[in-house]
């Protein structure tokens, strides 16, 4: 009986082994990303004296004023801080439809410097007459891509107003573009609460 069962043993330990060896090789497993949770935004208006304009913006951006060397240009960022994006936003007064058309092509010179690692850009033109705000907007799409979107905003006669969201960090868009279609929500926001002085 001892034979019967060391002979059992002998048979049945290695066709275990065998059987529970796989000769697949070992896969790493692929890279996964934080879930990332979007805060619902209240919006509150920014209205400043340097500014003939005002709009809504999300309460979980901050305003940073800079300081400009310019009389006539004027800058401030909108601090997407808990997201690290910041949406650049430049000010300046048109002396007349030259220098409109210049402060449009200078848009679309930015824009090309993002073609190249683009898969595309989206335009979207926007007009209201009852405000006199128009413009266009720029969603650029890609996952390398350090502006996802940009607008300029005119009255086309006195005011610019160019806006571009920056990431500041190495872009993987793929991996915040729950973050990125929040922030975009909230530019477009701004174009739609948008009010001259």
Known sequence: MKRFFKAIAYLFVPACLFIACDNAPQMPKPSTYLRLNV?????????????????????????????????????????????????????????????????????????????KLSGGIV??????????????????????????YQFYLTDSTRYFVRVALNSNFIPNNDSCEVVITQLKKDLTNMINTFEWR
Request: glycine residues 2%; charged residues 30%.
């Open 123 to 148: 335009e979207q033109s926007y007009n209201n007459n009852t405000k006199k705000v128009y413009g266009n907007a720029f969603d650029i799409k890609g996952k390398d891509v350090v502006s996802p």
């Open 39 to 115: 805060e619902k935004p209240n919006y509150v208006k920014f209205q400043d004296n340097d500014f003939p304009f005002s709009f809504q913006y999300p309460d979980y951006a901050t305003i940073e004023k800079l300081d400009s060397k310019s009389k006539d240009i004027k800058w401030f960022n909108l601090r997407f801080e808990n997201y690290n994006f910041v949406a650049n936003v430049s000010f300046l007064p048109l002396k007349d439809s030259k220098s409109l058309r210049a402060s449009i092509e200078d848009c679309y010179n930015f824009l090309k410097r993002h073609e």
